[in-house]
């Protein structure tokens, strides 16, 4: 197989190197150095253009600071040894000769930041008759860029590569940009961006080209460099998906602290818990951002806001809770809370109180309503001249009734109705305490002894007046215990006119800081349109296929 193919490419038109090509090759490189700077006079400055065409962002590290691109250093310069007669050759303009075997300028990164200062992928370089070289190697460079993280994620960053010659000086080689007019050092598109691939996460707003000379003091020659600036925009979209939203979605959860019941005793534990959710996001952004202690980033600076606010809401909260399990066991409300929180505050604040329908509770105007256990101390107006002052006076506040100084106080309707027609006409007055006992019972028009038998009612009348002391007993139990359960019930109101309060303010907190933290960033009303796509081929090649697609369909 091996013998056969041998026999067949001498057959294949143009298969014979070029004899004219080898022999020019030979003739300009047999004796040539490439050790030595290719002047004529030693006193001559060599020329060296140079220009980047940037094929790939790779990376951006915000971390180390460090940019990772994919370039093509593209070099010219004018070699005189390396010129030649194309009629004397055959017609051959051209040669494409190893880089290693002829002169080439030690450009170098400055800021370089990891690997290699210089072109480590030494491709063929290509000679012109007229002593022109041109040499476009391509390059992996890792260059050091400051971050600003003052605005991230909605930062634009600009980043630049410097690149000098390492020993020659000004006057030995002159470095100049391929686009530069010998007018000026400034050049608007220093990069090419003809073969650029559009990246995901930045846009490229500008590129332009400095040439700078600068003198040491250990020298007087100039040392010229070109600084090729890259200016980014970050694209937001994947920060605000996976960071902002749900940093705003976490700080108003803090507002909703203020809508949960005091009663459900979880306000404290939904506090800690965005506290902690915080902590996650915080931890997050040191892993993104530089450690750096120039500035604080604008999402630190969120989150650091929000943070706040959540502590804050939790020492609210907790003053909260304790105003809500208040009791008229161990505080006394104010007339002023009442009047502020109870009355004034609910209506500007759109709470509306449930009115009260329990019949037990009493009027406004203080008097009892009607009910069950009332009955008991409600006599009628004619019988209220039996009862004495202790007996129809109502005890004060949460105070037990005291007991009748006789047993004829607590004599009951029921009972008094039953002795027969003894009271069908107006009773005398009563007799005064430590009378005999027959008094009870005198004899009276329409009445005897025979009707009513005193060895009876002594004991009915004990028995009558202590049920009826523990009735009122019980009632008066009842009414202190409703009034109690009223005080209790006002301040449960008081915190939860307290949380409506906090619940606006802290929503006013939220909304505002999330709109001048957020929207302080100058990149968000920046309408420059990005040139990457404007003058990458690779883009526009890629958008007339995307545009191409839905019209074949």
């Not at 067949?8 to 070029?18: K, Q, Y």
């Not at 005793?265 to 915080?278: D, F, Q, R, T």
Request: with cysteine.
């Amino acid at each position: 197989m091996a013998m056969a193919m041998s026999c067949l490419v001498p057959a294949i038109p143009g298969a014979e190197a070029n004899p004219d090509a080898k022999r020019l090759y030979d003739d300009l490189l047999s004796n040539y150095n490439r050790l030595i700077r290719p002047v004529g006079n030693n006193s001559d400055r060599l020329t060296v253009k140079m220009g980047l065409r940037l094929s790939q962002l790779i990376d951006v590290n915000l971390k180390n600071q460090i940019m990772t691109t994919n370039v093509w250093v593209e070099q010219e310069w004018n070699d005189y040894k390396l010129k030649w007669n194309p009629d004397d050759y055959g017609g051959v303009d051209t040669l494409h000769v190893p880089s290693e075997h002829i002169w080439l300028p030690d450009i170098v990164l400055y800021n370089n930041a990891d690997g290699n200062y210089e072109v480590t992928i030494m491709t063929k370089a290509i000679l012109h008759h007229t002593g022109k070289v041109v040499w476009k190697p391509p390059a992996i460079y890792k260059s050091f860029c400051e971050i600003d993280v003052e605005y991230f994620p909605f930062d634009e960053q600009t980043c630049f590569m410097k690149f000098g010659s390492w020993t020659y000086d000004g006057y030995t080689v002159d470095l100049r940009h391929l686009q530069q007019s010998e007018d000026s050092n400034d050049i608007d598109l220093g990069i090419d961006l003809t073969d650029y691939y559009i990246s995901v996460e930045w846009d490229i707003i500008k590129v332009p080209a400095v040439r700078n000379e600068k003198f040491y003091i250990c020298c007087e020659e100039p040392y010229p460099d070109i600084m090729f600036y890259i200016t980014l925009r970050r694209k937001t979209l994947f920060y605000t998906v996976n960071l902002i939203i749900p940093c705003v979605g976490i700080s108003f959860l803090s507002v909703l602290v203020f809508y949960l019941p005091s009663d459900s005793g979880e306000k404290v534990s939904l506090s800690i818990s965005i506290l902690l959710s915080l902590t996650v996001f915080f931890l997050l952004l040191a892993e993104i951002i530089p450690p750096t202690s120039l500035t604080v980033p604008l999402l630190g600076k969120y989150l650091l806001f929000t943070m706040v606010l959540v502590t804050f809401s939790v020492v609210v909260t907790i003053a909260v809770l304790n105003v809500n399990f208040r009791s008229p066991v161990t505080h006394r409300m104010a007339k002023w809370v009442r009047v502020v929180f109870i009355q004034v505050l609910p209506k500007f604040l759109l709470i509306e109180r449930p009115k009260k329908d329990d019949p037990t509770e009493g009027d406004d105007d203080g008097k009892p309503s009607d009910g069950i256990l009332t009955d008991v101390f409600h006599l009628p107006a004619e019988m209220e001249k039996y009862m004495p002052y202790g007996a129809k006076r109502y005890s004060a506040d949460y105070d037990v009734p005291s007991v009748p100084t006789t047993r004829f106080d607590a004599a009951p309707i029921a009972v008094v109705a039953t002795m027969g027609p003894c009271f069908d006409e107006p009773h005398p007055a009563l007799p005064l305490p430590g009378a005999d006992d027959d008094l009870f019972s005198p004899a009276s028009p329409g009445c005897g002894h025979d009707d009513v038998s005193p060895t009876f009612e002594k004991p009915m009348i004990r028995e009558i007046e202590k049920t009826v002391e523990d009735a009122r007993f019980i009632a008066q139990h009842a009414k202190n215990k409703d009034k109690f359960e009223s005080v209790e019930e006002d301040w449960k109101y008081v915190a939860m006119v307290l949380d409506r309060i906090f619940l606006w303010l802290f929503t006013l907190a939220c909304v505002l800081g999330t709109a001048l933290i957020i929207l302080q960033a100058p990149s968000l009303y920046d309408t420059t349109k990005p040139i990457d796509i404007k003058y990458s081929k690779i883009a526009k090649k890629k958008m007339m296929l995307m545009n191409m697609g839905p019209e074949e369909d």
